[in-house]
């Protein structure tokens, strides 16, 4: 069994310190003007700091740069990734070719991830910028079992599987929202994360898609969030071995119980110890902790490949 390597979002330094002691291998922060739907923007001096700390507990760090790149952001672009160079960042996170190409043409050589969200979805793609840089790639979240499956039977390099977390199921440049503020002539200033608006089908009141609006535009987000903890068995034994555990959504300490307990599902399947009824118990574990007001399943993953498309 190839080794399992847990990823999880950092919102604060001291949540970085108990996510290392918790035992997850790699780290995951961004800033404000390249990283897109963190829990958290830090400064560069924070990220100086967390670099350090991930460096001397032995882990690696991840650094968020997939923001959909316009001219002017590559534009001013070599600050931040002379910090990259500076603090010897392990990842970039990385969807636009523009940074694929700077990245080789500077000499800055970083490890890249590919990930442009809900748009990889096949192993041909994943194998294609494999020859372009990158080391590894972030899976689409809308993927079914069957094609996890036959994905997986192709891959040349790693692709990480969301585990826990929320999933974006649109993103626009526009800002979404401030327009539909001015529409309606509201008053209204607040777009951020943490206000909690969502949005609703007007058939089904009980639907919940949580939106904020930022400096990158418009995100919306699934009814449930992903919980895979029941189905970890079978992604391992497709060498779904690369695990993101991302808290946008689940702030604190709760975030952190959540990464013990799929830390200790790691642990025991590295030990052949992991059996269906230690899944469920361990499911029943994140979810004491999962917050309230949203829902968790397995997304996809059930869904009939023949009605995803």
Not at 202 to 228: A, L, Q, R, V
Not at 270 to 278: L, Y
């Amino acid at each position: 069994m190839e080794k399992i390597v847990i990823t999880a979002t950092a919102e604060s330094i001291e949540q970085v310190k108990e996510l290392l002691a918790a035992g997850v291998d790699r780290i995951y922060i961004g800033e404000a003007d390249y990283g897109l739907r963190l829990p958290h923007n830090f400064t560069y001096d924070e990220i100086r700091t967390i670099a350090r700390l991930v460096h001397e507990a032995g882990k690696e760090l991840t650094v968020a740069a997939n923001a959909l790149m316009h001219q002017e952001m590559m534009d001013r672009i070599k600050p931040f990734l002379d910090l990259m160079k500076e603090i010897q960042v392990d990842y970039l996170v990385v969807g636009d070719a523009g940074l694929f190409y700077v990245n080789k043409r500077d000499g800055y050589n970083f490890k890249l991830i590919y990930d442009t969200s809900v748009f990889v979805t096949s192993s041909r793609q994943i194998n294609f910028w494999k020859d372009h840089g990158a080391v590894e790639a972030v899976l689409a979240r809308e993927i079914p079992k069957e094609e996890l499956f036959d994905i997986a039977e192709n891959l040349l390099m790693p692709a990480e599987i969301l585990v826990y977390g929320a999933s974006v199921i649109h993103h626009s440049k526009r800002a979404l929202l401030q327009n539909y503020y001015n529409f309606t002539q509201a008053d209204e200033s607040d777009k951020s994360k943490e206000r909690g608006l969502f949005l609703a089908e007007p058939n089904d009141p009980e639907s919940h898609y949580s939106i904020y609006e930022d400096k990158h535009g418009t995100h919306i987000f699934i009814n449930n969030d992903i919980d895979m903890m029941t189905k970890l068995t079978d992604l391992v034994a497709h060498n779904y071995s690369h695990w993101k555990l991302d808290g946008i959504f689940c702030p604190g300490d709760d975030f952190v119980e959540i990464a013990k307990i799929f830390v200790q599902a790691r642990d025991l399947l590295a030990k052949g110890e992991f059996s269906q009824d230690q899944a469920f118990l361990l499911d029943e574990a994140v979810r004491k902790h999962h917050p309230k007001e949203r829902g968790l399943d397995t997304g996809f993953y059930e869904f009939d490949r023949n009605k995803v498309k």
